[in-house]
C-alpha cells in the first residue's frame, strides 16, 4: 500500500518560514491536499490539490509538490500554527485514501 | 450553515456492535462522496471508509474491511458506519467528513471506545 512519510516534528520562531514535508513514491504523480489540527479539534483543510488553498485560509499557506516529495510552506509563522498537520492523497492503485503519520509544528 | 453532526458513540465490549450516525446540513449532501476518518488517542489520522455521492461505490481501509459497512441515506441527508466485531484497537474519535478526494467539512467527531 501507499505509503505518505513526515517528519514527526518541525520548529520554528515566530515570523520565519515553516516547511512540513511528505514524501512518497512519485507522489508529485497525485493530487496531495493538507490538514491541520489543533488539540481537541476537528482537522481544518488548509490546501487541497497541492497548492489551492480553501476560502479563508490566510495566504501565508502555501503548497507544492513534485517528484517523490510534497511541501506545506507556512510563511510569517504566528503562535497559533502550532498544531500538527497532515498530507493525504488518494491512491488509486489501492482505493484507499492515505494520510501521512502527522507533524507537530512548534513555535518557538 | 455547513455542518456535520456525528452521533453513536460509547462504550462498548469487545465483539459487538455500534452504528455511528452523521446528520449533515447546509449543503446538498446527495452531490458529495463522504468519509469516516478515525484517531486512536494520541495517534494520527486513519481513514476508514469511503462512500460515492450515491452509494454505489464504497471502499474499506484493510483494517476495518469486512468488519465495518459504510452507507447513506440521501432522503435523511444522513451518513452510516455500522461496525460489527469490535476490537480494543478500534477505540478512536471518528469523525464524518465531506468530499471525494479532499475533505473540505468535518465534523467535531464522536468518541468509540472498545473495552471489556
Known amino acids: 500500500s501507499y505509503v505518505l512519510t513526515q517528519p514527526p516534528s518541525v520548529s520554528v520562531a515566530p515570523g520565519q518560514t515553516a516547511r512540513i514535508t511528505c514524501g512518497g513514491n512519485n507522489i508529485g504523480s497525485k493530487s496531495v491536499h493538507w490538514y491541520q489540527q489543533k488539540p481537541g479539534q476537528a482537522p481544518v483543510l488548509v490546501v487541497y490539490?497541492?497548492?489551492d488553498r480553501p476560502s479563508g485560509i490566510p495566504e501565508r499557506f502555501s503548497g507544492s509538490n513534485s517528484g517523490n516529495t510534497a511541501t506545506l510552506t507556512i510563511s510569517r509563522v504566528e503562535a497559533g500554527d502550532e498544531a500538527d498537520y497532515y498530507c493525504?492523497?488518494?491512491?488509486?492503485?489501492?482505493?484507499?485514501?492515505?494520510f501521512g503519520g502527522g507533524t507537530k509544528l512548534t513555535v518557538l | 450553515q455547513v455542518q456535520l453532526v456525528e452521533s453513536g458513540g460509547g462504550v462498548v465490549q469487545p465483539g459487538r456492535s455500534l452504528r455511528l450516525s452523521c446528520a449533515a446540513s447546509g449543503f446538498t449532501f446527495s452531490s458529495y462522496g463522504m468519509h469516516w476518518v478515525r484517531q486512536a488517542p494520541g495517534k494520527g489520522l486513519e481513514w476508514v471508509a469511503v462512500i460515492s455521492y450515491d452509494g454505489s461505490n464504497k471502499y474499506y481501509a484493510d483494517s476495518v474491511k469486512g468488519r465495518f459497512t459504510i452507507s447513506r441515506d440521501n432522503s435523511k441527508n444522513t451518513l452510516y458506519l455500522q461496525m460489527n466485531s469490535l476490537r480494543a484497537e478500534d477505540t478512536a474519535v471518528y469523525y464524518c467528513?465531506?468530499?471525494?478526494?479532499?475533505?473540505?467539512?468535518w465534523g467535531k467527531g464522536t468518541t468509540v471506545t472498545v473495552s471489556s
Open positions: 493525504q492523497v488518494w491512491d488509486s492503485s489501492s482505493d484507499h485514501q492515505v
Open positions: 490539490d497541492d497548492s
Open positions: 467528513a465531506k468530499g471525494r478526494w479532499f475533505q473540505d467539512v
